[in-house]
Structures are given as C-alpha cells and as structure tokens.
C-alpha cells in the first residue's frame, strides 16, 4: 500500500487507493497500522457513495450507530440536513470528552465542497506530549480535568466551568478524565485537554487550573504543528480522534459544505478480534464514577 506523508506531524494519502475494492485480512492489518502510525488517512476518491465510505470504515471496527439508528450523521450548511454542531467556527476538540467513552475514529466524506469550503485543521496531541518539557509532564501525570458540553449553545459559548446548580436535566454532558490518557486501540498516551470541552483541571485553584491549561495549550495549537484538510469532492478521510484534535477556524460560509461523518464504536485488533471499546472504558477507569458535580 503506497502512501505519502501529509506533513511532519500528522497525516498521509493514501495513493491509488480503490475504495470500492473490499480489502484482504492482511490490507486491512496494514490499514489499521498505518492508521495508528499517521493518526490520519485521506484518500481522494471519485464517484463515491454511501457503501464505499462504510466499507472503507469497517476495515477498522464496527460503525458507531446513533439514536436514530443510522450509522451516519452530517456536517453541512444545507439546510435540508441535520446538523449537530451547526455551521459557525469551532474551538480545538476530541470528540466526546465530555462523556465516558470519547470517539475512536471519525471520518468524513465530502459530498459537495466548494472552492472556498472552510477547511478542517487537526494537531497531533501524541505527539505534543512526546515533546512536553519533561518537568510539565512530571507536573499532569497525576491531574484530572473536567469537560462539560452544554447541550444548548453553540461550542464557542460554552464557559461555564462547573455544572449550574439549576441546570436542567439532560442539557449539560460531563465527565472526568485524566490528563494524560493511554489509548484503548493502540496503547499511545494522549494529552487529552481541548479548548472547547475542559473546562479546569481537578483540584486546582481557577487561577492556577486557567495558567496550566493556556500553558498546555500553547503547546498544543503551535501554527507550525497544524494540518489543514482543504476540502475536495469526494474526499474521505478518517482520523484518530483521541490522538488528533481538530477544528473548524472559520465559519462554513453559503457555498456548499456537506460532508457524510460516520464513527467507530470499537477496533479491530492485530489478530482481527474486537476490542470493544465499552468493555474497555471499565477497564480502564477501574469503574471510577464522575463526581465533579
């Protein structure tokens, strides 16, 4: 399988790929290791439709299904489409860290872009990590920081720092999670801090939880270190969405921008057997409950 490097820190095409020829056992071995490698796969396709993107999906593990029961979810400025996260900018996040079992892997197929499409921007959080002054791990190896979502408000307003005495059910999401986290499907420990969903690290003053995260994240978001994806027809590409954060820096504008996601809910693992990845969780977390509010 031929593939060529995006960018120092993240990334790589897929050359020739044929999304529509079912992988072999050993292809898709090599696909989830060149996966766990570069953290983001992309692969120009043409004339694609909706089996290619989910074959090209199951070569790592089973789809997330969502409350719908669909295994697909849009990100689009159409209004005829449900969108979940609506079409302005969005801050630097991993997927889900606000509840118990962030996303494995998401993927995206474009549908219809247009030129001027605002583009996807990802950072490599491994390798962030790998590179943090030695005496600043020292210092996160046994902190813990809490992400919330508010249900209700577009990502860039969400700021409150605990949950509201008065919330109503249902509209907040939280959960704690350490601060450095090893990966269920490739054993990577991950800096898993982000600008939309921490909102402080446990057992800090505000003061001093505020000062550690705008250090960390001055690591984190370096101009340097970020890929952007400019956007094509038929696009897809699938990232790790503990190893990779990602935004949107601009809003998506009138020009069409709508793009298929699908998720994973599991991985496949060396020998082909299933990690489930809500056996997982326990495991790791030692059945440890969120009570940070």
Known sequence: MHVAPLSADVGAELLDFDLKRPRSVDEQR??????????????????VN????????????????????????YVSNRPDRPRGTGTKAMLWHQDGTYGERPGIATSLWAQEVSADSSPTALVNAVHVLETLPPELRARIEPLHAFHMKDSQTEPEEWTERD?????????????????????????????????MMTRRIVGLSDVESDELLAELFSYLYREETIYSHTWQNDDIIIWDNFALQHRRSMDMGTGPRH???????????EDGSLLDWRETVVAYAGARHDTEG
Request: charged share 20%.
């Open 259 to 269: 793009l298929r996601r699908q998720s994973l809910d599991g991985w496949y693992r």
């Open 163 to 195: 949950l509201p005495d008065d919330a109503e059910p249902g509209r907040y999401v939280h959960y704690t999670h350490p601060l450095i986290y090893t990966m269920p499907h490739s054993g990577h420990e991950v800096l898993l801090v982000n600008q």
């Open 50 to 73: 909706d089996e290619d993107q989910t074959r090209f999906m199951e070569n790592f593990g089973p789809l997330h299904v969502v409350a719908t029961g669909a295994i697909e979810t």
């Open 30 to 47: 090599e696909l989830r290791a060149l996966f766990c490698h570069y953290h983001l796969l992309v692969v120009h396709g043409r004339d």
